[in-house]
């Protein structure tokens, strides 16, 4: 589906990342391959380090950063007039994460709130949410928070998953642009692929118990148990390299753009080896897609988008603006681009959880 | 001077040292080659024949034997 949103901006995107650091060997002696094997996964897929939370939450992440822009006073509560939160790990059932976010910094009472449950299309669907509220009178200035701290879910035992698994949380502001702007964006889904990519356990279809406790091992040598986050590595794998050119290819043409015209495609990054048989798909020069925060941070789900934007061009876009093409794929299946103007921006930066 | 196919079976040699891939008709129904050897061996390909193969082709069947591994190089400009 094409969208199109005029007049809306992005005006600041700050990363939340858990101080916590893990490296790709702290878990070697873990996975039922050989070290030789492991190592080789290692140099191709790009793990290395990566950040985990301890013990905090999405909610801990979110309040971290709003506390943050509050205090260095490029925020001001009584702006927000939304506040979306995207993330497939809430701090509860119920309420709303959101909610809980939004008691916790006192909020006004005349907003909308909302829960957004999507993983690592995540941050662009919920940036489309983010300006369709906007369209809206009363509506000035939407934060969008995308979380996740999937690592909780994530076997120990599980070589496919675990080494590229990341946490964080990221804020995003989003305005009323009172220049002539114009946004575009696609969005798309295949919910028959909603197996591909799975926590099969602890929901209401099949609640957690003992026996979804249960570590088994799979085909592969990966051990985990239904409680654990599985996914089918080639069928996204296929998916992506399938899908996402031909979604962008649709979207640069509604936007009558061309690739060369685009200074950035900041797109989701699951691992090293997918996103660069991308680029070479889409023939996109490597320096104009980054792929290197897997390596660094790891796989966090949508937020591993503004992290990309933040970690690669956060300084220049304090100052400049940049064509950008975003895309998310994933878990869903899901798959949603954005092609914009970004910046100057108020803020966009990465700072540790404290 | 080592031919394609000599260079295809010396990669799946350094990808599964235990096996011999000259004794197999099919590497996946065999079980010799999992999706990541085949991740591992593309990396390979690409590096030493100086191609990218299409990520649409990175599927188990198309990397069955060596002539089936032979026909993707083929399709990327190696010629034997």
Redesign the interface.
Known sequence: MKLKFNNKKITGILNILPSREVQFEDNIDNYNFSRA?SM??KL??GYDKRRIVKEETVSDLCICGFNYLFQKGVLKKDDLDALILVTQSPDYFMPPTSHVIHGALGLKQDMVCMDINQGCSGYVIGLNQAFQLLNQEEINKVALLNADTLSKKVSPKDRNNNPQIGDGASITIIEKDQKESTIYGTVKVEGKGADVLIIPAGGYKTPSTAETSLMKEDD?GNVRSLDHLMMK??EV??F???EIPTMVEELLAEANTEKSEVDYFMFHQPNK??LK??A??MKVAYQKMPNNIVERFGNSSGVSIPTTIAFNIGEKLEKESFSICLAGFGVGLSWASILLRLGPLDFCEIIDYK | MNTVEDKILTLLQEARPEFDFEDSEDFITDGMLDSFDVVQLVTSLDETFGISIDGTDILPENFGSVDKIMALLHKNGVTT
């Open positions: 094997q080789k996964l191709i897929m592969a590595g080639d794998f296929n992506v390299q399938r080896f997918m048989k991308l070479d798909k």
